[in-house]
C-alpha cells in the first residue's frame, strides 16, 4: 500500500489514509459535484429574463449589490465581474474598491447553504431611501416574492436551454418587509471537456457515478443528459420524507443518477442510505460543510481548489481539476489490491507449505534442517514478497472485494501441490540420487526459497 500510494502520488492523488488504498479499489458507487468537479465552474452570463419595469443594467446593479466583495464562490465572481464590466457606474472603480458611488451598505447577510440567498440592506445616499436587495436560488427568491408563474416558466426555459437562472429582488419603496422580483440571471456552466469520457469509463469499471447539486431538478436533467447519464434525477427533499418507508427511500437511492437541489445534510443521508444496501461509496467534496459527508464516506475525497475543513475530513485529495483523475486512482488501487491479494495468498500457502513439509519429515522420517538455513528460507521469501509490492497486476473490470474463504481454500490447495512437490524432490534426491547430507540441505533449501515464487505468482494472475 506504501508503494501504492507513492504510484498515485506521482498521478496527483493524495492518499491521507493509506487504508484507503484498498479501500477505492472496492467503491462501486462514487458520488461527485457537479458544480468545479463535473462542470468548469465558469460561470459566464447570458441573456437575463426582467419584468416589467426593469432593465439589464437594473438587474445587474441589484444583484451587485448583492453579491458578496471578495469571496471566490464562482456565482459572486461571475455577477461582481459582469457588472464591473458593463456598468458605467462601476467602471471608474478600483481594482479593490467595492462601494458603489451614490450607495451605502448598512448590511449583508452572506450565503446560506440552507437559505439558498444573500441579502444586503442598502441606502441610496441621494434620494434618502432604504430598501432591501436579495439574491439567490430561483425558488427560494420567487417564494421571497410571494410566487410568480411566469418567472417559473422562465426558470423552465432556461433550464431546457442548459443556463443555470440565479433570482433577483428588492423590496418596494417605504416597505422594508415587501419584496417585489425584478428578474433571473442567467448563467453557463458548462461541462468539463473529458467529464463525459470520464464517467462512461467509470461505468464501464462497474462504478456508478450519482451527480450531486445544489440546481434545480430540472438543470441537473439538462447536465446529466450533456454528460452521457441517465436523467433519473432525484430531488434531495425526496429522500427525508417522513411518511415514504425507509425501504422506499433507500430504493429511489440507489435506482437515481443524481441529486438536485441538494443541501448538505442530504449528502450525508446519501451516503448513509447507499451504506445500508452494503455498498462501498466514494463522495467528493470542497466545502466546509460538506465534511460530514465526507467522513462518512469510505472514501472521502476532497477536490482540486477544496477548504481546509474538507481536506482535513477526506482520505484522498485530489491535486488536479475535474474528475479524470479519480479513474486514474481507481485504475491504480485495484492493481494495488490484486498485489495484495497475491501476498495474501503467497503467505498464506507458503506458511501452510511449511507446517505440512517440516512438521512430517521431521517428525516421520527424523530428517531436520538446521537453524541458520530456515533463517536463510525466510530471508528469500521476504524477497518474493518484495517483489509482489511492484508486480504487473492484472486490474479487475469490477470492484474488488475480498473474498476470504476462496482465498483459504485456494491456499491450502495449493500448498498440498507444493507439500507433495516438496516430498517427491526429497525421496527423488535422496533415494534416486543419493545425494550427501549437505547437498539435500541445499536442494531443500532453494526450492522452498525460490521455487514457490514464479508458481505462485503465475497461479495468483491466473486467478
Known amino acids: 500500500m506504501a508503494v501504492g500510494a507513492k504510484q498515485l502520488a506521482k498521478k496527483e492523488v493524495i492518499v491521507k489514509r493509506l487504508t484507503a488504498v484498498e479501500e477505492m479499489a472496492s467503491v462501486s458507487v462514487l458520488c461527485s459535484?457537479?458544480?468545479?468537479?463535473?462542470?468548469?465552474?465558469?460561470?459566464?452570463?447570458?441573456?437575463?429574463?426582467?419584468?416589467?419595469?426593469?432593465?439589464?443594467?437594473?438587474?445587474?446593479?441589484y444583484s451587485y449589490?448583492?453579491?458578496?466583495?471578495?469571496?471566490?464562490?464562482?456565482?459572486?465572481?461571475?455577477v461582481r465581474t459582469a457588472a464591473r464590466s458593463q456598468l458605467e457606474i462601476l467602471k471608474s472603480l478600483g481594482e479593490r474598491e467595492t462601494k458603489i458611488p451614490g450607495y451605502k451598505t448598512n448590511s449583508f447577510l452572506p450565503?446560506?447553504?440552507v437559505t439558498k440567498l444573500t441579502q444586503a440592506t442598502i441606502h441610496n445616499e441621494e434620494t434618502g431611501e432604504t430598501f432591501k436587495v436579495a439574491k439567490g436560488a430561483p425558488q427560494v427568491i420567487i417564494k421571497l416574492v410571494g410566487g410568480c408563474d411566469d418567472a417559473v416558466h422562465a426558470v423552465n426555459s432556461l433550464a431546457r436551454r442548459g443556463l443555470r437562472a440565479l433570482g433577483v429582488a428588492r423590496t418596494i419603496p417605504g416597505d422594508l418587509e415587501q419584496w417585489e422580483l425584478i428578474g433571473m440571471i442567467s448563467l453557463l456552466d458548462p461541462p468539463r471537456p473529458d467529464s463525459a469520457e470520464t464517467i462512461a469509463r467509470c461505468h464501464d469499471m462497474g462504478v456508478s457515478?450519482?451527480?450531486?447539486?445544489?440546481?434545480?431538478?430540472?438543470?441537473?436533467?439538462?447536465?446529466?443528459?450533456?454528460?452521457?447519464?441517465?436523467?433519473?434525477?432525484?430531488?434531495?427533499?425526496?429522500?427525508?420524507?417522513?411518511?415514504?418507508?425507509?425501504?422506499?427511500?433507500v430504493r429511489r437511492c440507489v435506482k437515481a443518477d443524481g441529486f438536485a437541489q441538494v443541501i448538505p445534510e442530504h449528502k450525508y443521508r446519501v451516503?448513509?442510505?447507499?451504506?445500508?444496501?452494503?455498498?462501498?461509496?466514494?463522495?467528493?467534496?470542497?466545502?466546509?460543510?460538506?465534511?460530514?459527508?465526507?467522513?462518512?464516506?469510505?472514501v472521502g475525497i476532497a477536490v482540486?481548489?477544496?477548504?481546509?475543513?474538507?481536506?482535513?475530513?477526506?482520505?484522498?485529495?485530489l491535486l488536479a481539476p475535474g474528475l479524470s483523475t479519480i479513474v486514474d486512482g481507481i485504475t491504480t488501487s485495484r492493481a494495488i489490491f490484486q498485489r495484495m491479494r497475491s501476498y495474501?495468498?503467497?503467505?498464506?500457502?507458503?506458511?501452510i507449505h511449511f507446517l505440512l513439509f517440516f512438521f512430517f519429515v521431521t517428525i516421520i522420517f527424523q530428517w531436520q534442517l538446521r537453524a541458520i538455513l530456515l533463517i536463510f528460507i525466510a530471508v528469500l521469501n521476504d524477497a518474493a514478497t518484495l517483489v509482489i509490492s511492484v508486480d504487473n497486476a492484472q486490474i479487475s473490470p469490477k470492484p474488488d472485494k475480498w473474498r476470504i474463504?476462496?482465498?483459504?481454500?485456494?491456499?491450502?490447495?495449493?500448498?498440498?501441490?507444493?507439500?507433495?512437490?516438496?516430498?517427491?524432490?526429497?525421496?527423488?534426491?535422496?533415494?534416486?540420487?543419493?545425494?550427501?547430507?549437505?547437498?539435500?540441505?541445499?536442494?531443500?533449501?532453494?526450492?522452498h526459497g525460490l521455487s514457490p515464487s514464479p508458481f505462485l505468482v503465475l497461479k495468483c494472475s491466473l486467478c
Open 65 to 78: 449589490m448583492a453579491a458578496e466583495q471578495g469571496a471566490n464562490d464562482p456565482i459572486e465572481f461571475a
Open 33 to 61: 459535484d457537479k458544480t468545479g468537479t463535473l462542470t468548469l465552474n465558469e460561470l459566464t452570463f447570458d441573456e437575463p429574463w426582467l419584468c416589467k419595469g426593469y432593465t439589464s443594467d437594473d438587474i445587474l446593479l
Open 111 to 113: 450565503f446560506n447553504p
Open 209 to 249: 457515478v450519482k451527480m450531486i447539486t445544489g440546481d434545480q431538478l430540472i438543470i441537473a436533467k439538462e447536465v446529466a443528459q450533456r454528460l452521457g447519464m441517465q436523467r433519473a434525477i432525484l430531488n434531495a427533499q425526496k429522500l427525508v420524507e417522513a411518511d415514504v418507508p425507509e425501504s422506499e427511500i
Open 304 to 317: 482540486h481548489g477544496c477548504t481546509d475543513a474538507a481536506r482535513s475530513a477526506s482520505d484522498i485529495v
Open 405 to 447: 474463504g476462496q482465498l483459504i481454500t485456494m491456499s491450502f490447495v495449493l500448498a498440498v501441490f507444493l507439500t507433495a512437490a516438496s516430498f517427491a524432490i526429497f525421496f527423488i534426491a535422496r533415494d534416486v540420487f543419493k545425494v550427501d547430507p549437505g547437498e539435500l540441505e541445499t536442494i531443500i533449501i532453494f526450492h
Open 271 to 298: 451516503v448513509e442510505l447507499l451504506q445500508e444496501q452494503g455498498l462501498l461509496v466514494g463522495m467528493t467534496g470542497d466545502g466546509v460543510n460538506d465534511a460530514p459527508a465526507l467522513k462518512k464516506a469510505n
Open 344 to 351: 495474501a495468498l503467497y503467505r498464506i500457502t507458503s506458511t
